[in-house]
């Protein structure tokens, strides 16, 4: 359960090696979060990660996870819920894909589109299910910008991100009023190790904002988070602005 001060005692992050979830773990945890769990594929990276959590006081568990496995999800992620109640749920992993490579290879547009959307669907149920019988938690969902309309840039993985974001919200609506509260977290473009090289997008932000959002919705029980804030009237006017314009944007 939560504490005293609504800071969670139990995380599970889904995308153990995420750099945002590693961020919000580590902010979490100098906050009295004590138990974290990191789903995700093994290997070094997720080992070290673990340990790097640990080194904070925390007691860290890893847990195999696969996006793609959705047929492993209840079993995997359903075990987790039976060691003890969880607090909150962060679906922190997705893959950004390469949108020249991609469009000319439809296996790996999929590839893309399952990890992000069905993968997340799938653990997203379960782990909705899990909380919903516990009666209280939160489950908040990484989504993106990219997802509020689809740029010539990136649309195979902007259309996955829209996909996932309705999803969450749709979820939400379902468990209002169950104890369950759902957030959606769209952040702007993340200088991070994945999005090295790339040209940044305006207002570009850091894991550790990211987090610190996450943190600063997780009191408010926010529904949508967009971070940096600003994003939020800037997306405003990309919806809606007529597609010949969209398209000569520098977005």
């Given at each position: 359960?939560?504490?005293?001060?609504g800071?969670?005692?139990s995380?599970?992050?889904?995308?153990?090696?995420?750099?945002?979830?590693l961020?919000?773990?580590?902010?979490?945890?100098a906050?009295?979060?004590r138990?974290?769990?990191?789903?995700?594929?093994?290997s070094?990276?997720l080992?070290?990660?673990?340990d790097?959590?640990?080194a904070?006081?925390?007691?860290?568990h890893?847990?195999?996870?696969?996006?793609?496995?959705?047929?492993?999800h209840?079993?995997r992620?359903g075990?987790?819920?039976?060691e003890?109640d969880?607090?909150?749920?962060?679906?922190?992993?997705?893959v950004?894909?390469?949108q020249?490579r991609?469009?000319?290879?439809?296996?790996?547009?999929?590839?893309?589109?399952?990890?992000?959307?069905t993968?997340?669907?799938?653990a997203?149920?379960?782990?909705?299910?899990?909380?919903?019988a516990?009666?209280?938690?939160?489950?908040?969902?990484?989504?993106?910008?990219?997802?509020?309309?689809?740029?010539?840039?990136?649309?195979?993985y902007g259309?996955?991100?829209?996909?996932?974001d309705?999803?969450?919200?749709?979820?939400?609506?379902?468990l209002h009023?169950?104890g369950v509260?759902?957030?959606?977290?769209?952040?702007?473009?993340?200088?991070?190790r994945r999005?090295?090289?790339?040209?940044?997008?305006?207002?570009p932000?850091?894991?550790e904002?990211v987090?610190?959002?996450?943190?600063?919705g997780?009191?408010?029980?926010?529904?949508?988070?967009w971070?940096?804030?600003?994003?939020?009237m800037?997306?405003?006017?990309?919806?809606?602005?007529?597609?010949p314009?969209?398209?000569r944007?520098?977005?």
């Amino acid at each position: 359960m939560k504490d005293a001060f609504g800071a969670p005692q139990s995380l599970l992050v889904l995308g153990g090696t995420s750099e945002i979830g590693l961020a919000t773990a580590r902010r979490l945890i100098a906050r009295r979060t004590r138990t974290v769990w990191l789903a995700g594929r093994p290997s070094p990276a997720l080992t070290a990660a673990a340990d790097s959590l640990r080194a904070l006081g925390a007691d860290v568990h890893t847990v195999p996870f696969d996006a793609l496995d959705t047929e492993s999800h209840e079993e995997r992620l359903g075990k987790i819920f039976t060691e003890g109640d969880i607090d909150m749920v962060l679906l922190a992993f997705g893959v950004p894909g390469d949108q020249a490579r991609d469009e000319s290879d439809p296996v790996a547009a999929v590839r893309v589109a399952q990890t992000n959307y069905t993968g997340a669907v799938s653990a997203g149920l379960v782990c909705a299910g899990a909380l919903q019988a516990q009666g209280h938690g939160s489950l908040v969902v990484l989504s993106s910008v990219a997802g509020e309309r689809a740029r010539r840039a990136d649309f195979i993985y902007g259309s996955s991100k829209a996909g996932l974001d309705a999803f969450a919200q749709g979820l939400g609506d379902a468990l209002h009023g169950t104890g369950v509260h759902v957030m959606v977290v769209r952040p702007g473009f993340v200088r991070s190790r994945r999005t090295a090289g790339l040209a940044e997008g305006p207002l570009p932000t850091t894991p550790e904002a990211v987090a610190s959002a996450i943190e600063l919705g997780l009191r408010r029980r926010s529904e949508t988070v967009w971070v940096p804030g600003a994003l939020r009237m800037v997306m405003a006017a990309v919806r809606h602005a007529p597609r010949p314009l969209f398209r000569r944007l520098p977005v």
